[in-house]
């Protein structure tokens, strides 16, 4: 909290006398309207929410009185008047404000329940655009912001998510609040105006924004950052994509592997596993079932296994559970779990079990760099058949065609530089985030050869092209005879005349697949 601010907050209550409701969503309110009237709470309201108020057998005054206009240009101006945020802005201590507000005949407003028209939903909804434009709320944001500027004299909930905070405040502190419970809500306030306010610049902006604005609601303060010396703090809703059925804290590195292994995974149909550590593949396999991937999975790198991340894109049965309970790891996650599977995980007190929830992921990515921030699409392209262009004398048969698919979509999710080495869709090994295209072959190479992989018949996936001939003569040296890769050096010709006159097969995609 800034310090300006720690200085004005002091504990006296103060009472709720009259409140102004005009809110979209109703449900929850009924309860906090019936605990503001038996406290003899003076009600105002407009609209909709003036009918159910009156409902409930309640008394309201219309604004419409204290404005003495009517609501005008099909809703457009409703509250938008002095009378309405006279009572709202009028500082209770300072004399000239309340001798105005006697003067013109202004009643005091103590609290404002009020949400705002539903524009995300209507931009999402695919509603056309003077439908979207309609749903930009003028009146609603200016109470919100009036009373939230107000906060030290006003309560201002702003969106149904806080009816429940504010009832409970009504009944423990006898239908008073506290400045603090005022600052909470006026912070809250200016969330929403903000997250609202973003949302529609976006809007308008469209494809080509000249400012940066991104907004998520939610945060979750994480044990620490990268590591123990660093703060963490999540921003967005770890919920609204997994349920978490058991398991420690979700920390800072959990979140960065558990978001690899979503883009990883995602690139599969086939029931594939695939462990992860330090955001790459250390083992991935697609197999006819679960428990035969999970072994191949394994067999990739069982060392860097140990407490990696394990992921699946079906429903984890028994065996696969039983066999996994082996070793240890950190996080497993799933679209589900048979019960004889949870049960078998139950005894992994920390394992942290995720369930996958069916949502759409953004399609834009952020990232800070320098004083500023950089924005990109998703990559999102997932090459078939159908993109492979074969530039070789030699074509690759439906086998390796098979396999360099499966390569490619590991070489696109593991940090550049990078090469993947794979056999009946399984990763041998991969080398990865090495400046130099041959160190990241030598290394996968090696890598296969400790864990007993023999690379003959096995192909090659690069996530750019080959300025030279160098990777795909030592390939064909340990027996690599088909590379997949996605063409694009002034010198690709080197490449495929090496392939050709050693009896290997390319072909190229067209994509390169850097991540760095």
């Not at 000239?96 to 609290?111: C, F, M, R």
Request: glycine share 8%; aromatic share 8%.
């Amino acid at each position: 909290m800034h310090e300006n601010i720690k200085e004005f907050i002091m504990s006296e209550l103060k009472n709720i006398k009259s409140a102004l409701i005009s809110v979209y969503h109703k449900d929850g309110l009924e309860e906090i309207i019936q605990k503001l009237n038996q406290s003899g709470v003076h009600f105002y309201s407009t609209g909709g929410t003036k009918d159910f108020i009156e409902g409930l057998g309640i008394a309201v005054t219309a604004v419409e009185e204290i404005t003495g206009y009517p609501s005008i240009l099909g809703g457009r101006v409703k509250t938008l008047h002095p009378k309405v945020f006279g009572g709202i802005l009028a500082r209770r201590e300072n004399e000239g404000d309340l001798k105005q507000l006697a003067q013109y005949e202004i009643p005091e407003i103590d609290l404002i329940i009020v949400d705002l028209y539903p524009f995300e939903a209507t931009v999402a909804s695919g509603a056309a655009h003077d439908d979207i434009i309609e749903k930009i709320d003028i009146g609603g944001i200016s109470l919100i912001r009036g009373a939230a500027k107000n906060y030290k004299d006003v309560v201002i909930v702003s969106n149904q998510g806080q009816y429940a905070r504010l009832l409970g405040l009504l009944n423990e502190q006898n239908n008073a609040t506290s400045l603090e419970d005022r600052l909470w809500f006026a912070r809250e306030a200016f969330a929403t105006s903000s997250h609202y306010d973003s949302a529609i610049f976006n809007y308008f902006a469209g494809d080509e924004p000249a400012s940066f604005r991104q907004s998520l609601n939610g945060s979750k303060t994480l044990r620490y950052g990268e590591n123990p010396h660093q703060k963490g703090t999540f921003y967005g809703q770890f919920e609204a994509m997994f349920d978490q059925l058991q398991g420690k804290e979700i920390s800072y590195n959990n979140l960065l592997d558990i978001d690899a292994a979503v883009n990883l995974i995602d690139e599969f149909s086939d029931t594939t596993f695939a462990i992860l550590k330090h955001n790459n593949a250390c083992g991935c396999a697609s197999r006819e079932n679960m428990l035969d991937a999970y072994k191949s999975a394994l067999a990739g790198d069982p060392v860097s296994a140990f407490g990696g991340i394990f992921v699946t894109n079906k429903v984890v049965d028994k065996e696969t559970a039983e066999e996994a309970s082996k070793i240890f790891f950190e996080v497993f996650i799933a679209p589900g779990y048979d019960a004889e599977a949870l049960e078998i995980f139950k005894a992994k007190k920390n394992l942290i079990i995720l369930v996958r929830k069916a949502i759409e992921l953004p399609t834009n990515q952020y990232r800070t760099v320098l004083n500023g921030v950089i924005a990109q699409e998703r990559d999102l392209k997932i090459e078939t058949a159908g993109d492979l262009k074969p530039v070789t004398i030699i074509s690759p048969d439906n086998n390796q065609l098979s396999d360099l698919l499966f390569a490619n979509r590991l070489v696109k999710q593991s940090k550049s530089n990078t090469i993947v080495l794979a056999k009946d869709k399984q990763l041998l090994a991969s080398g990865v985030g090495q400046t130099s295209r041959v160190d990241a072959l030598r290394q996968a190479i090696e890598k296969a050869k400790s864990f007993g992989f023999d690379l003959k018949g096995a192909v090659m996936a690069s996530d750019a092209f080959f300025p030279f001939p160098d990777c795909v003569e030592i390939a064909h040296n340990e027996g690599i005879d088909t590379v997949i890769q996605p063409g694009g050096s002034i010198r690709d010709k080197d490449s495929v005349d090496y392939c050709n006159n050693n009896n290997m097969s390319m072909v190229v995609t067209g994509f390169r697949h850097f991540k760095h």
